[in-house]
Nanobody
Framework: VQLQASGGGLVQAGGSLRLSCSAS????????MGWFRQAPGKERELVGT????????YYAESVRGRFTVPRDRANNLVYLQMNSLKPEDTAVYYC????????????WGQGTQVTVSS
């Protein structure tokens, strides 16, 4: 399984950015796709998830109402749509995948830097 994240960059506060995660190597039925982030000096934080098959989503309280996790099953893509960005959203963002019955995230993509300027 390979996950490849892209789309990071520099954006002003209040702006929007969309990250993409290309998934390959297996079918992802009954998998959960997630986005995490890690800011300097902070622990890694789960941002949002989506159940690949059913589309059920979860969002951390810190991003709820601003971020969404849509997916394109036909092209094995998962996105992190980030709106109303704040400087505290600055972090390295990672996409990840796990089977829905597991607690551990088995697959990780490389990080992509998001920097929000004030």
């Amino acid at each position: 399984v390979q996950l490849q994240a892209s789309g990071g960059g520099l954006v002003q506060a209040g702006g929007s950015l969309r990250l993409s995660c290309s998934a390959s190597g297996r079918t992802f039925t009954n998998y959960v796709m997630g986005w995490f982030r890690q800011a300097p000096g902070k622990e890694r934080e789960l941002v949002g998830t989506i159940l690949w098959s059913g589309g059920l989503t979860y969002y951390a309280e810190s991003v709820r109402g601003r971020f969404t996790v849509p997916r394109d099953r036909a092209n094995n893509l998962v996105y992190l749509q980030m709106n109303s960005l704040k400087p505290e959203d600055t972090a390295v963002y990672y996409c990840a995948a796990k089977w829905h019955g597991e607690s551990q995230w088995a697959y990780w993509g490389q990080g992509t830097q998001v920097t929000v300027s004030s």
